[in-house]
């Protein structure tokens, strides 16, 4: 049996992933369907707005074979990080094909970037210090190096016939895109034969504000539907908790959301809900320092993601007064996005440290499975063998294997519990939901 494998958040759900599942299975003419989703923090930085398992239902109940969890180091961190983990999982489960949302569907041209991503020629990385040496953001310095490398392989200097200036500038400006070329990236370092499939974004856009970043994880849209990023600030504004709020309401959002969202209270939290763990931390890191800020930052620095410059303007603009999303604000800048800054503070929150997440650009840790139809099951079965890392389906059995998915787990389980004043079950206990 052949898998087509993708990588998602569902963060929810709602009916333009279904459709990319259908397409997915469809184009590829695979047998399962195989999904490495982040868990219970997302790569935007911020928890997701419901539990990693009822997620992880509604994608078996809308398509999906077997679902796994993408470790939390990899599911906060960069594009490249989130591409990483993603592909090493898929590779080690034997998937044939690789599907992803993409804004343009062009395979050629994002190759092309992708192969300048993996070898870094030296036209590309002395370009981009040079143009982040003058201050250029992060994705401007990138743009810039792309094309540089792109020309200097060529004798005019000038870009090959079969890449073109603006298909290119495109692709490096669309956040499914961004993503595409990232997991091509880390199929050519992994060595992963995958075949491609890319399913063309239709409908509504991403809804993201522009200054989030371009880094963040597929969101599909279908006609009339809203997008998940849309979803979830409707949501707020419904004071965070499904059906909190009128008939009304959910009614108006129940043509978006996949059949598991539809019923039901699910109660959802956002990274306002956290803001007072974060600030507990960081205000511990200030104490541990005898308050002096130079210091606090030199703390801050072991976190993954976090650079000096970047160590200091957090303690500069720490105040507990203020909510998360003031807070980030407060922080970025023209060079360093909203994303960026939340990933950061996420990875305080969580402990992920610089190297916690060295050790995980080693080596994939372990294979995590949340859920599985029979289909998902026989194909698991078939090529279990094969795989080289451990596969964890009795948390019990393995309490030491996953330290930083148990820790992020125990924090959104404290936060959970006091939002809906419910008991929800522990990593030991929830066990792996079979459809």
């Not at 401007?140 to 500038?169: P, Y």
């Amino acid at each position: 049996m052949k898998a087509v494998g993708i990588t998602a958040e569902y963060n929810p759900m709602h009916t333009g992933h279904i459709w990319q599942l259908q397409e997915a299975r469809r184009l590829s003419g695979a047998g399962c369907t195989v999904v490495v989703m982040s868990g219970f923090f997302t790569q935007r930085g911020t928890p997701a707005i419901l539990d990693k398992y009822t997620r992880a239902r509604a994608a078996l109940l809308s398509g999906a074979d077997l679902v796994l969890e993408l470790p939390v180091v990899y599911a906060t961190g960069s594009a490249e990080l989130f591409a990483l983990g993603a592909v090493r999982t898929l590779k080690e489960l034997s998937v044939s094909y690789l599907s992803f949302g993409s804004e343009s569907a062009d395979l050629a041209q994002m190759s092309q970037i992708a192969r300048v991503l993996a070898d870094e020629p030296e036209s590309y990385t002395s370009c981009l210090r040079e143009s982040q040496r003058q201050g250029k953001p992060f994705p401007a310095a990138r743009e810039e190096a792309v094309i540089t490398s792109l020309k200097s392989q060529t004798e005019t200097g000038a870009l090959a016939a079969d890449v073109s200036h603006d298909a290119i500038l495109k692709i490096l400006r669309s956040p499914n895109d961004i993503l595409a070329t990232e997991y091509m990236k880390a199929a050519y370092r992994e060595n992963a034969s995958f075949i491609y499939i890319p399913v063309k974004r239709i409908g509504a856009g991403h809804d993201r504000p522009a200054d989030e970043g371009h880094d963040t994880p597929e969101d599909f849209t279908v006609p009339g539907a809203l997008s998940a990023s849309a979803i979830r600030e409707k949501i707020k504004e419904a004071s965070g908790s499904l059906p909190t709020g009128s008939e009304r309401f959910l009614t108006a959002l129940a043509p978006s959301l996949a059949d598991g969202f539809r019923r039901g209270s699910f109660t959802t939290l956002d990274a306002e809900d956290f803001a007072p763990l974060l600030y507990a931390k960081l205000e511990d890191i200030l104490y541990q320092s005898d308050y002096s800020k130079s210091k606090s930052a030199q703390r801050l620095t072991l976190f993954e993601d976090i650079s000096e410059s970047l160590a200091m303007r957090i303690i500069n603009t720490f105040d507990p007064a203020l909510s998360f999303s003031e807070f980030v604000s407060s922080i970025k800048n023209r060079s360093i996005t909203f994303s960026r800054v939340s990933r950061a503070l996420c990875h305080i929150l969580l402990g992920i440290t610089k190297e916690t997440a060295l050790r995980y650009r080693g080596a994939l840790p372990y294979i995590r499975i949340l859920g599985f139809t029979k289909t998902g099951q026989e194909y698991l079965h078939e090529y279990a063998a094969k795989i080289s890392c451990p596969i964890i389906t009795k948390t019990a059995d393995n309490k030491e294997s996953f330290p930083e998915d148990r820790h992020a787990a125990s924090l959104y389980r404290q936060v959970l519990a006091k939002k809906s004043g419910q008991k929800f079950p522990d990593e030991f206990h929830a066990g792996i939901i079979r459809i």
